[in-house]
T-cell receptor
Framework: EAQVTQNPRYLITVTGKKLTVTCSQN?????MSWYRQDPGLGLRQIYY???????DKGDVPEGYKVSRKEKRNFPLILESPSPNQTSLYFC?????????????FGPGTRLTVL | DQQVKQNSPSLSVQEGRISILNCDYTNSMFDYFLWYKKYPAEGPTFLISISSIKDKNEDGRFTVFLNKSAKHLSLHIVPSQPGDSAVYFCAAPDYGKLTFGQGTILTVHP
């Protein structure tokens, strides 16, 4: 089944404890992206990647890192999480490099930073 | 600076009637727009899109209208069904970046 998977789905952690949220897609998509969803703010893009080893900042990259070492995986790294990073996170992928086509989203990861 | 705005946080409609969801944008360079639908506990799913060379795109019960001079687009759902109850986001790409609106919660009452 074609899908985007994220792990973990739920995570409660404490301030400053490094964490990684994994994202994997099995559709051989070139484009991948991370978003956070917050009440009243909609979805905001954190980072995106148009291809392996190519990553770019979205609108809210501060406090996050990403890597794209292989096509199928795009992990989101929080080196020193803070409470303002408590949010619902979505990973997405798309078949072509440009952003103007349908993106397929994962089920989301709900992160709480205490 | 919110380049894509959905000014109505929520909309309530009776089953069978029309739902109209609105979206405004400020960046005149945007030339493609997408609508996504999101149910609770799921990721967003693509619904319909429109290129700036068109002013209307239709897919079954869903129609998106684009008014470039007003920098405004709207999503029409006719007839509305209870299963349409969800959060709807409009979005605009700028090459690799994708900017979403704040979302509108649609509730369709039986």
């Amino acid at each position: 089944e074609a899908q985007v998977t994220q792990n973990p789905r739920y995570l409660i952690t404490v301030t400053g404890k490094k964490l990684t949220v994994t994202c994997s897609q099995n559709m051989n998509h070139e484009y991948m992206s991370w978003y956070r969803q917050d009440p009243g703010l909609g979805l905001r893009q954190i980072y995106y990647s148009m291809n392996v080893e190519v990553t770019d900042k979205g609108d809210v990259p501060e406090g996050y890192k990403v890597s794209r070492k292989e096509k199928r995986n795009f992990p989101l790294i929080l080196e020193s999480p803070s409470p303002n990073q408590t949010s619902l996170y979505f990973c997405a992928s798309s078949p072509r490099r440009a952003g103007n086509n349908e993106q397929f989203f994962g089920p989301g990861t709900r992160l709480t930073v205490l | 600076d919110q380049q894509v705005k959905q000014n109505s946080p929520s909309l309530s409609v009776q089953e069978g009637r029309i739902s109209i969801l609105n979206c405004d944008y400020t960046n005149s360079m945007f030339d493609y727009f997408l609508w996504y639908k999101k149910y609770p506990a799921e990721g967003p799913t693509f619904l319909i899109s429109i290129s700036s060379i068109k002013d209307k795109n239709e897919d079954g019960r869903f129609t998106v209208f684009l008014n470039k001079s007003a920098k405004h687009l709207s999503l029409h759902i006719v007839p509305s069904q209870p299963g349409d109850s969800a959060v709807y986001f409009c979005a605009a790409p700028d090459y690799g970046k994708l900017t979403f609106g704040q979302g509108t919660i649609l509730t369709v009452h039986p």
